[in-house]
């Protein structure tokens, strides 16, 4: 994943998402609450050559190996972060704040679930219902836009929180195009083509195809972005590993195998295998740094995490 998306404006804060200093001050003690990870992070050799490029006979895929997808990791690069539900160990998830708040720790990729309210306009929310996440009640898919909006999807995490929106998948665009970042986007639960169709014309028309990752669990709404979007990336999300997933990988066309860990662990010699085809693989969901330690180190492209701040810096002080 080597795309450098434009660095924030440095004008901006998250006051203008209507966070004050509490909001900050209660993000900075959720972050140095954190474990010390330094005893982990000790600079090592590297186990791959230095200066990392964008050649592609750097990356992992072997000699004679299907083309490497770009979104291998290239031989002595660090592996890519990606804030699950934003940085949502320090902010609530799924929220602008949350994208911020990674952001603001050198994050560099944004995960999000996206699925549409009842007038069919796509929302970031991972429940099904809004009941955990914010102060209201009912299934995302039975309340309109208006209802939606009016809910608050800070104070359930904290008080400093309070007056988070659940934000509509264009307002997360436009936060991120404007400043900074890419978002690995999931098409959570069974929607329809129409559904589907809507979320990638949202995405084109924000001219972000460039800086979006498609993944879900759902292999038909998978397909319908490969016929409306070929150029859009796409990632299985899988609890487990398929029999033969690089079969899977090459019937879906996918750029990204995006694995659990419990489920790589079954059989971590699957990661040659994607690799040798040219399939990135991407683990979910992880915040253990002796997990980090141990996926680093098998040649995984990417880890999901909810910690995405200290993962950000562990990688780093890998690196140094
Ligand atoms: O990105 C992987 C992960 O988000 C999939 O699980 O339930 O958190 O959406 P879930
Ligand atoms: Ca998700």
């Not at 911020?100 to 309210?117: S, Y």
């Not at 009912?138 to 104070?155: E, I, W």
């Not at 141990?294 to 780093?316: K, S, Y």
């Amino acid at each position: 994943m080597n795309h450098l998306p434009p660095r924030a404006p440095r004008s901006w804060n998250l006051r203008r998402l209507g966070y004050g200093p509490a909001a900050l001050v209660a993000t900075a003690l959720v972050l140095s609450a954190s474990p010390a990870l330094a005893a982990e992070s000790a600079p090592r050799a590297p186990r791959h050559a230095p200066s990392p490029t964008l050649a592609a006979t750097q990356r992992h895929a072997p000699s004679g190996a299907a083309a490497a997808s770009r979104w291998m990791r290239l031989s002595g690069a660090p592996l890519t972060v990606f804030a699950h539900r934003g940085a949502s160990s320090a902010a609530p998830e799924n929220t602008l704040v949350a994208d911020e708040v990674a952001r603001r720790g050198g994050t560099k990729w944004i995960e999000n679930d996206v699925q549409p309210c009842k007038d069919g306009v796509p929302y970031v929310l991972h429940d099904a219902t809004v009941d955990r996440t914010t102060d209201g009640t009912g299934a995302l898919r039975s309340l309109t836009s208006d209802q939606v909006n009016a809910l608050d999807a800070g104070s359930w995490f904290a008080p400093a929180f309070a007056g988070a929106r659940v934000p509509t998948l264009a307002a997360q665009l436009t936060d991120l195009r404007t400043r900074g970042g890419n978002l690995l986007l999931e098409i959570k639960g069974r929607q329809t083509e129409a559904e589907v169709e809507r979320i990638v014309r949202e995405v084109r028309d924000q001219n972000m195809t460039a800086r979006v990752f498609v993944q879900s669990f759902e292999v038909t709404s998978l397909r319908w972005v490969h016929e409306l979007a070929p150029e859009l990336p796409l990632g299985l999300l899988r609890d487990s590993l398929d029999a033969d997933p690089v079969a899977v990988a090459q019937d879906l066309h996918l750029a990204a195998y995006n694995v659990s860990d419990k489920g790589l662990s079954v059989r971590p010699a699957a990661l040659d295998e994607l690799h040798a085809a040219g399939v990135a693989v991407n683990v979910w969901t992880v915040d253990s740094s002796a997990r980090w330690k141990a996926l680093d180190e098998l040649g995984v492209d990417g880890i999901i995490t909810n910690r995405p701040t200290e993962l950000t810096g562990w990688v780093a002080g890998r690196q140094a």
